[in-house]
């Protein structure tokens, strides 16, 4: 295995943490969670933007992104979904029940998409060993949220 990417992999998590805090925030401040979540994807957005073309990426063309499937945009459907959520929950639930439900709904999704290699994702069957890490999983969302 990459150990940079499992590295990564980590500190994202870690991140999001970090991130539903600072979102949440921005909405006390604000007193809106659309609107703290239109700002979350908007620096996201420049952030990116800036980061691609200041590395010498180019816009794709416009017949290329016509030709998209519709699905194929869902991704930041999705993000956008997930961010104002975790707005929303995390002065309700706490971060800690927010991040371990929603780690357990990622485990959960990631199982069935590789077991049956869905979405382009390569084909990793659902053995056993995938499905006792899924509940252990399990079993510790059940210990945090019940405290």
Sequence with gaps: ?????????????????????????????????????????????????????????ALPPLATLRSLAWWKWTGGIIGAAYVTTVILAVPRIGTANLVSLSVAGQLLAAIVLDHYGLLGFAQHPANSWRLLGMGLILAGVWLVVKN
């Design 1 to 57: 295995m990459h150990y940079l990417f499992l590295l990564l992999a980590f500190l994202t998590g870690i991140a999001i943490s970090i991130q539903a805090g600072v979102n949440s925030n921005l909405r006390l401040t604000l007193n809106n969670p659309l609107l703290a979540s239109l700002i979350s994807f908007g620096t996201g957005f420049f952030t990116l933007l800036v980061v691609h073309l200041s590395t010498g990426g």
